[in-house]
């Protein structure tokens, strides 16, 4: 690293907190050393008292964009100049580019969560799609979804706080974009069922699977599933959820984790700030995913 780092050397920044634990650092220098490109990636703990200081100094030290996580990625919105679509219609920002002064902020949990399943095979376009959950994750992947041309987008949240936001993102998803938005409490599971059976992917974007509810699945009766149903987890620790155990113990093939999102999501932002692939087999290697 301080063989690459020279007067020239170029930044990307990550503000939030707590931040230490993030695996980000590592994805963006990692890919910086393996395509010899003259940038460095540092994490900053950054809450909401210091949020406005740090777009401030993103835009005097000429740093080339930023990643944002909570609890900045509604907060920092008004202090940008513009929205992307998708961070527009989601509320939210994970990623900031500096185009000379111009502050860019764009979501790419949900284009990272889309690319993950294309990698697959799975195209959301005119698919019908049971999305559970809407918070960061449910929200981003519902507006992505929606963007990217599916049939339908059938969103179950349970009774929380949450139910409001799902009700929020359906609610923009019809009036922003060709896709037919549902909301339905999720304890209606007769409605569950007859929704997952119409399905053609479904998308658990719930939590539920990973610590504390590391037991816990949103199936566990084999009827409301079929074989052919694609089945897309957002946690990807544990890698494989009670959720995803359940389903291809009943022959469900085409069922995935979060990894592949977390993945393209950093990759997504990579592209976006350097205009670059992120060499993604070699992020992979170095966090000892294969
Ligand atoms: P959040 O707290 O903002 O939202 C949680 C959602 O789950 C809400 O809609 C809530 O109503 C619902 N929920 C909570 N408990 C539930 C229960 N017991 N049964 C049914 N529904 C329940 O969380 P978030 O930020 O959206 O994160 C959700 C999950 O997605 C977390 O596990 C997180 O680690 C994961 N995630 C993964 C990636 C990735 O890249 N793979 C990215 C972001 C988040």
Redesign the pocket.
């Given at each position: 690293m301080a063989e690459r780092l020279n007067g020239h050397t170029l930044l990307v920044s990550l503000i939030a907190t707590p931040i230490r634990h993030s695996l980000s650092p590592t994805m963006w220098n990692e890919s910086f050393a393996k395509n010899k490109m003259d940038y460095a990636y540092l994490a900053f703990e950054v809450g909401n008292e210091q949020l406005e200081d740090a777009v401030k100094g993103i835009r005097a030290l000429d740093i080339q964009g930023s990643n944002v996580s909570?609890p900045n990625k509604q907060k920092i919105i008004p202090l940008l100049d513009e929205l992307s679509p998708a961070a527009k219609l989601a509320g939210a920002v994970n990623t900031v580019v500096n185009q000379n002064g111009h502050l860019v902020g764009h979501v790419t949990?949900g284009t990272?969560?889309m690319r993950a399943l294309r990698e697959e095979g799975v195209d959301i376009k005119d698919k019908v799609v049971t999305l559970?959950?809407?918070?960061?994750?449910?929200?981003?992947i519902a507006i992505q979804a929606a963007l990217d041309g599916a049939k339908e987008i059938r969103i179950f949240?349970?009774d929380?706080?949450?139910?409001a936001?799902?009700e929020a993102n359906a609610q923009k998803i019809n009036e922003h974009t060709d896709t037919v938005a549902t909301v339905t409490p999720?304890e209606n599971q007769t409605a569950f069922k007859q929704s997952l059976s119409e399905s053609d992917v479904f998308i658990e974007?719930?939590?539920?699977?990973?610590h504390p509810?590391e037991n816990?699945s949103?199936i566990t009766d084999p009827s409301f599933i079929r074989e052919d149903l694609v089945v897309f987890d957002?946690?990807?620790s544990p890698a494989e959820t009670e959720l995803l155990k359940f389903v291809r113990e009943h022959g469900v093939k085409k069922a995935y984790n979060?990894?592949g999102?977390?993945l393209y999501?950093g990759a997504e932002a990579f592209k976006l700030i350097t205009g670059e692939e992120m060499p993604i087999a070699h992020v992979k290697e170095v966090l000892g995913l294969d």
């Open positions: 909570m949990d990272g969560c559970t959950g809407a918070g960061g994750a449910g929200t981003a949240n349970i929380d706080q949450h139910y936001t799902a999720l974007a719930t939590g539920v699977g990973m509810l816990q949103l957002v946690v990807y979060g990894l999102m977390m999501q």
